[in-house]
């Protein structure tokens, strides 16, 4: 089969591979049918993960057809239509069994297209595959299903539900990219009254009013803080969501909070933040950082089957899963293309 | 009446100043029958608390008799023992109505011995008593009442609670000091599996095995990681309360909780802390500060009226309130006399 | 001042009374601009409510301008608009101190139109003023602020918080009169993926579709569970609210819910049901009764202020507060006249 | 191998049988070593329990050593020391996924000496044996962790977390048999400030007072209505255990209990009760029944191997395996035997 293969920093192609096969008896094998590329994506690329290495097929998102399944696997059939999760679980550790499969002990969490070969290529071989992939209803689009892979169930859960958004909040976004922009959408389903969006590109404010935040604020022109005391009638607001993942915008999310406030962090940071403890320890805040459990990915399916979320509205870029290296391109400049989420389509079989 | 008035930084003195008298009609005068002197106390004798100045009466804790109310108070009568908590609640802002006292917009909060006059005296007025004030039941000794003023709310809210300890967890308590020795107390109300007090002197970690921790920890001997690696299966601990105030002891919280863990912020911090986010963004942590809202203090008063919670076994130090001057030397030579709390007792009317 | 009084059952008069005035410190009177009709005050008049006596001034609803205060009263201030809750709050017993103020035990609770005169009048006492009323932000109307007073927070507490209703649940609402309908309108609020109204008049299934329900079924032609199976994949609906307050109705919620679901029962009930333990022992359902406490006024507000949450469209008659009797025609004749909620407008001042 | 098995009602003998083996790549073959008798199974030899037919082996209760393992168990090996659970979990269906076993739809739940052979034989085969057994640390005894399997998880998720005991409730347990003994025991974890033993029996009520009970009351002497409003200030307890399964008890509880309480149902019912709405209606009660989930023995594995929970208490008698038939003649005569919880031990390998 062809993949799309990383040969060490600042080095892909679209490569012709073995293809994959059972290799446990829980594991499936799901030819890609739709895959898509994450900003994580890149910073591989960059070499900022060094548990990828030379020879790995990237990629963790996927909607595919089972091709074949080990003897252990029960719920899925060859045929079937499924949603590849982000995060594999092996189901029996007591992370996966507390609903966390981020941090399974158990030989899953993020491991497709890290630790071991992912779907941004014809087939992809899916480990524990009764607990890590979702057969997807008749009459929902691969597209929409697409991003419950990662982009949604990230924002939800490590954002939204995190955070404890409660209706009437008042809620800040900083960051407008696309978790952040997936943040604000999702912080509609708990109906908060105001969703401030905050971020330095004005074209970014312009995405985050349409995905549902009824408030703007872009710091190069106006002081996010004084903005909000106007809004929150001094005290900050409710819940605020660090969606960008430098040690700046997580000491703005502390800085916006109310008292009793909470801070969901969701960007992936690579240097320490300061923690204000000298104004923070009296102000009984909550700080909340997480990886991806995908617990929610039933609920949002529901959601999204339902027409009670707008899931494909993410997609801004298609190209064919042959065109790839073009796909990267384009997502690499989003700042020129708007990009968002960027969808790989494979020839059907 | 006689008082400990602040005189300004490392000044104080047992002076006569005139009785306090009834200036709203929410307020009770309460003749104090025991105080105590806490840690926060020394803190503004520094003169680390501006907002305290000269003349200021000091002290937030006290058990008393009502002497007079203003008549708007219904709770509570001329002649009804109460405790006074250190927290002054209006009850109406809307923290108070959801039991944030602490963080009361309506002229409350900690307010005695800090903006207003304070309980180290032979009468304090109470602002807002109906809602600041706990009647007392009958057959309850001062001692242990007075300990629900300020260090066991303080404990079990913004250490046990928020740390969100459940049966069977490992808790580890860095500091034992008095506050900390209160969450040891406050945390076996949960029933973890274990208790780990970590501390730098041997004497305090063998209060804190009286107190109810079963493993302790003295960093200049052993590593506080590779012990608690040990006891948890390589994972850390499930909740890490901080109970010193310090940068390095709050950051030791964060390496010592297992992924999905909380740290619970006690300590009263004068400097910002270094918060690992490149480490901890993928953890699951979740990270809590506050101030005591004493919304516990009922609980608590259930728990030691029932004998469910030893309270009085903080109380290491006697003396009469008039030898309150010498009470503070004790209390402030702590390293020498051992003192957690010390109690002042009134002259009976 | 005029007023609708209360003359044991069947009889009711529009009547010359005393204007109330203030009786305790904390009491504030208020000039009623706006007040409505509830269900229960047609209860009271077929006698069913034995504490009302005659003579009563009724009606526990209202909106208007604070032209009193008791010197105790601190958060509101002669002019100001407010809404006055159905429930009062003395703010300082042990259910008043968790939000309960429905089971308040210092005088407050349900009072007005009950056991004190009640808001059917051109002017109101209302007891523990500052804990019972809420000052309206500017711009918002009456007419939304009034639906506060009493059905929405019933809905939202009693149906939709204590159902436990999260994003993508199916939930099921029995009864589709104004309360079923403010259920409806309040489950939205937390993104259910379904909302099915259940009722055996079909009227009352069309408003339900008007106000959110995605799925109506009228019993009379076809059977719920059987319906709901098609839904649930055979299991049933995660939340089952009952809005109606018949034995029958509230079995039916028990036996439509699944394994694990919740009933949440709003209705006001006269007699008995049958609780079918032999089936539900196993089966892990959570059931809920309540009064309404009004904890959720502000976040209510806030939502309505927001134009987050459109209250108003409960309003389907207006009358002039002089005209109440006729508004009493119009709305013990729902059935005829489709009347939900009929307001009545004072006399500007 | 030699097993016990039931023969209709009234009648079971101790057979010899085939030996099980593995079905499914997901089983495995345990040795028993220890097992017990619960009441469900004297239910099941009167016949109570249609599901169970001619031929089965029963029990659902058992501490053992792995002798098979299907290819595709991950967890446990041949010669591991494990707890069987009662409850077996497919691990993969929504409810496993949630940790609600008891309800599993992938062909869990109870099904052990129900639906197929149970523990009460030389051997057992245990479907799902990833997910429905527990490896034993070393250094637990077995007696102690028998007691896992079935009652302790019962009483503390059915009973105590159900019931949502807080520090400082009052909790009342109508009904102290084994199960209520053991909601008690399981109370004190979250440290009440009064547990009240409710039963007619008064070998029963000295029983409970040694499991940790404070209060006694024996409804043939005393209204406990009555003690409790003295105990509660009237008000009526926080929380009510239902430990017997009758309608009567049931009601009860549901007397018993203060407004905003919690009655917690964990009694096997055969027919229904009355639940009085029209009381209960506006007290804002929550009422919870449940099947043992078993999401609780990891915590429970813990609490008992840290000498936090004396599991072992529950034993009066001892037998031999091959002696069962005796062992449920004393089992069944409870009441002139005193038996709690008999222990048969296999004959070591």
Redesign the interface.
């Known amino acids: 089969m062809r993949a799309l293969v990383y040969h060490g920093p600042g080095n892909k192609s679209w490569d012709q591979v073995p293809d994959p096969t059972i290799l446990h ?2 594991d499936a094998v799901v030819r890609v049918d739709t895959t898509t590329l994450c900003g994580t994506d890149l910073h591989i690329l960059k070499g900022d993960v060094p548990a990828v290495t030379d020879g790995r097929i990237l990629g963790h998102e996927a909607v595919g057809t089972v091709t074949e399944v080990g ?2 696997v ?2 899925i059939r060859v045929g079937d239509r499924v949603l590849v999760s982000c995060v594999s679980a ?3 550790c ?2 996966c ?4 499969y ?2 399974c002990l ?1 030989g899953g969490g993020w491991i497709l297209g890290h630790t071991i070969d992912g779907t941004q290529a014809e087939l992809v071989r899916v480990p524990f595959a ?2 890590s992939t979702y057969l997807l209803p008749a009459g929902l689009d691969d597209e929409s299903a697409l991003m419950l892979s990662d982009i949604l169930p990230t924002a939800y859960e490590v954002g939204v539900v995190n955070g404890g958004i ?3 909040d008042t809620v800040a976004v900083v960051g407008a990219g696309p978790i952040g922009l997936a943040a604000v959408l999702a912080a ?7 969703i401030v969006a905050i971020d330095l590109v004005d074209a970014r404010l312009d995405a985050a009013k349409q995905f549902g935040a ?1 408030v703007t604020i872009n710091p190069s022109r106006e002081d996010p803080a004084e903005q909000l005391a106007t809004l929150t009638g001094g005290l900050g607001v409710d819940v605020a969501i660090e969606a960008v ?1 430098t ?1 700046g915008t ?1 000491e703005t999310c502390t800085r916006l909070v109310r ?2 406030g909470r801070v969901a ?1 969701v ?12 104004d ?12 991806v ?1 995908t ?1 929610s990915t ?3 399916l ?2 999204v ?2 027409g ?2 707008d899931a494909k509205r993410f997609v801004t870029h298609r190209f064919a899963l042959a065109d790839i290296v073009s796909a990267y391109d384009t997502f690499s400049r989003a700042a020129d293309t708007a990009a968002l989420k960027v969808v790989l389509t494979g020839t059907p079989a």
């Open positions: 008896s829980t003897p252990a029960t719920s092996c189901g029996r007591r992370y069994r507390e609903g966390q981020g941090q158990g009764d607990t409660r209706p009437g509609r389903l708990f109906s908060p009254a105001h009824d993942g040690p997580f008292p009793g962090n960007g992936v940071h690579g240097t320490p933040a300061t923690l204000h403890l000298e923070l320890w009296s102000r009984n805040v909550t700080i909340t950082t997480g990886l459990d617990w039933p609920t949002l529901k959601l089957a339902a009670q979320l």
